[in-house]
């Protein structure tokens, strides 16, 4: 890795699509970081000692530049020379900051939108006459100073884009950093190549070779612990670690007993193949217990994040590890670091949670820096079976979050056994690789059946399939009527509780991927 890679920062005004920007820079081989939007300029000197930051990039957000608690940035940033790009958010605040006019919510716009190109200079350089853009604001830029000019208006938008006539200082109302812009990556490209002049010099791969280093050095001839879910983050963290550490890392796979069939055996086979030593900790019945009663989805993910660290660190006790090493990813980072601006949807909890009792030496982080599908990269090149590199994301807390309402053994069995059926059916259609996820989830409702020539009362079970690049944004699946027919099928004959199948068809959002 060169020692200064060329950046882009990301200023974060609280933006849902604020992950996305970083990550299309990094696709184009630019590294990018998020920063809290009120960084100061001697805060970005720091950061210049480590980075060649060539660009900064304003995300959106959910305030208005004229409320009083909306979010600033130290305008002396604005003189750095450094070039800028304003998105939605961020190009009100920047004509505000310049002296122009931005008008609330009157006419708002919201989803696909035609916008006419006037100026196809700059960040908007190839564009056509029409672009289809993603628009998501109440607020309008209605009017700018004399030293900036329009680059492209809608119907409800006078200024819909603008460029400062001699600064590097570009404003987008629309989203370029969604899909649904239909050249956005190019807007994108654009800015960081065309006005930013940045190399593509950076590939995730860089963070192996440093983290072996880095880990030797930390740990020495110590012991370290990882809590492994067998999940792609904490999986490759493993693998990293294991060929810096041998013998001296222990694997912790913890079984909260909401884990889908045959997890625990496949976690030992796999892992302990590639020379990582794996230990699983059957602690079901005490989870069961502490969630005895308890049906808010906020209350279980709190009791089974707070029980994990509880059996976990009477695992390190027992081991004697000084260090501990976590699978936490960058967008972890950043969403339980800095983000102020930005709704609380729902308490992700990272399966490796920092133990809150024991004094490790030092908390290592190899992917610290990395995006999901930057850590599925590294996890094929280091050797992980597709059947790692593909899995399905599957939530911490299990599938307790796919139990709606109390957690009961026998509730857990129904949707473990639904699962695998939607697991295996869909899979056999040959459709899991452009899926993002496919589960089913036992609502807390029961519906009038009739089997055989009885009644049925049973239990409802619904099945989500989603398409989805991050998880930020999804789409439920068109899969064809047959699959899901087979499922549906499946369902109702081999779980004799289960007497209705539902299909859930709402993307998100304005749903989640998980139901709770
Ligand atoms: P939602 O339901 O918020 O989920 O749309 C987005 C993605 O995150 C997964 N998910 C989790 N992953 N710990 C995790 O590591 C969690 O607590 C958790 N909850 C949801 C979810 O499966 C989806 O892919």
Same mark, same amino acid.
């Given at each position: 890795m060169m020692s200064k890679p060329d950046a882009i920062l990301v200023f974060d005004f609280g933006g849902q699509y604020c992950h996305l920007i970083a990550r299309r820079a990094r696709e184009s081989n630019v590294y990018s970081e998020i920063v809290p939007c009120d960084v100061t300029v001697e805060e970005l000197q720091k950061i210049g000692s480590r980075l060649n930051v060539k660009g900064l990039i304003f995300s959106g957000g959910p305030s208005s530049v004229y409320d009083p608690s909306a979010p600033k940035i130290d305008p002396r940033i604005l003189d750095l020379g450094i070039p800028i790009l304003g998105l939605c958010y961020g190009h009100q605040l920047i004509a505000h900051l310049m002296g122009g006019t931005v008008k609330g919510g009157s006419k708002q716009e919201y989803g696909i939108t035609y916008v006419t190109v006037v100026h196809p200079v700059g960040v908007l350089k190839g564009m056509k006459k029409k672009e289809k853009v993603w628009m998501s604001h109440g607020d309008t830029v209605q009017s700018l100073p004399e030293d900036f =000019?329009?680059?492209?208006?809608?119907?409800?938008?006078?200024?819909?884009?603008?460029?400062?006539?001699?600064?590097?200082?570009?404003?987008?109302? $629309?989203?370029?950093? @969604?899909?649904?812009?239909?050249?956005?990556?190019?807007?994108?490209?654009?800015?960081?190549?065309?006005?930013?002049?940045?190399?593509?010099? $950076?590939?995730?791969?860089? @963070? !192996?070779? &440093? &983290?072996? *280093?880095?880990? *030797?050095?930390?740990?020495?001839? =110590?012991?370290?612990?990882?809590?492994?879910?067998?999940?792609?983050?904490?999986?490759?963290?493993?693998?990293?670690?294991?060929?810096?550490?041998?013998?001296?890392?222990?694997?912790?796979?913890?079984?909260?007993?909401?884990?889908?069939?045959? /997890?625990?055996?496949?976690?030992? =086979?796999?892992?302990?193949?590639?020379?990582?030593?794996?230990?699983?900790? /059957?602690?079901?019945?005490?989870?069961?217990?502490?969630?005895?009663?308890?049906?808010?989805?906020?209350?279980?993910?709190?009791?089974?994040?707070?029980?994990? !660290?509880?059996?976990?660190?009477?695992?390190?006790?027992?081991?004697?590890?000084?260090?501990?090493?976590?699978?936490?990813?960058?967008?972890?980072?950043?969403?339980?670091?800095?983000?102020?601006?930005?709704?609380?949807?729902?308490?992700?909890?990272?399966?490796?949670?920092?133990?809150?009792?024991?004094?490790?030496?030092? !908390?290592?982080?190899?992917?610290?820096?990395?995006?999901?599908? /930057?850590?599925?990269?590294?996890?094929?090149?280091?050797?992980?079976?597709?059947? !790692? @590199? $593909?899995?399905?994301?599957?939530?911490?807390?299990?599938?307790?979050?796919?139990?709606?309402?109390?957690?009961?053994?026998?509730?857990?069995?129904?949707?473990?056994?639904?699962?695998?059926?939607?697991? /295996? =059916?869909?899979?056999?259609?040959?459709?899991?690789?452009?899926? $993002?996820?496919?589960?089913?989830?036992?609502?807390?409702?029961?519906?009038?059946?009739v089997k055989g020539d009885s009644r049925a009362y049973g239990y409802v079970v619904a099945v989500r399939i989603v398409e989805s690049r991050e998880a930020m944004t999804a789409s439920f699946a068109k899969v064809p009527y047959e699959v899901l027919e087979r499922i549906s099928t499946r369902i109702t004959n081999e779980l004799p509780s289960v007497s209705r199948v539902v299909y859930d068809v709402t993307h998100k959002p304005p749903a989640t991927i998980e139901w709770e």
């Open positions: =000019e329009v680059l492209a208006y809608s119907e409800n938008c006078p200024v819909a884009a603008f460029r400062h006539e001699e600064k590097a200082i570009y404003g987008l109302q $629309w989203h370029p950093e @969604v899909v649904h812009t239909e050249h956005g990556e190019q807007m994108l490209k654009n800015f960081i190549f065309e006005v930013c002049r940045c190399r593509a010099n $950076w590939r995730p791969s860089h @963070v !192996v070779e &440093q &983290q072996i *280093k880095l880990m *030797k050095e930390t740990v020495g001839g =110590e012991k370290a612990i990882i809590a492994l879910s067998g999940g792609i983050d904490s999986g490759t963290a493993a693998i990293i670690a294991a060929k810096a550490l041998g013998e001296n890392l222990t694997a912790v796979f913890v079984d909260h007993g909401f884990m889908r069939e045959g /997890e625990s055996s496949y976690v030992k =086979e796999v892992f302990g193949k590639l020379g990582v030593k794996v230990t699983v900790v /059957e602690a079901s019945e005490r989870f069961f217990k502490k969630l005895k009663g308890v049906t808010q989805p906020e209350e279980k993910r709190r009791i089974i994040g707070n029980e994990f !660290v509880r059996v976990f660190e009477e695992e390190a006790r027992k081991i004697g590890a000084q260090y501990l090493i976590q699978g936490t990813i960058y967008p972890d980072r950043i969403e339980s670091g800095f983000r102020k601006h930005s709704d609380k949807i729902k308490s992700h909890h990272n399966v490796a949670g920092l133990p809150t009792d024991i004094k490790f030496k030092a !908390v290592i982080e190899p992917l610290k820096d990395l995006y999901k599908d /930057e850590a599925r990269k590294l996890a094929k090149n280091l050797g992980l079976p597709d059947s !790692v @590199v $593909w899995r399905q994301p599957f939530p911490g807390p299990g599938l307790a979050v796919r139990v709606i309402g109390e957690v009961t053994p026998e509730k857990v069995e129904i949707v473990r056994k639904a699962d695998r059926i939607v697991s /295996e =059916e869909i899979e056999k259609a040959g459709l899991n690789k452009g899926l $993002w996820q496919y589960f089913a989830v036992l609502t807390n409702t029961k519906s009038t059946g």
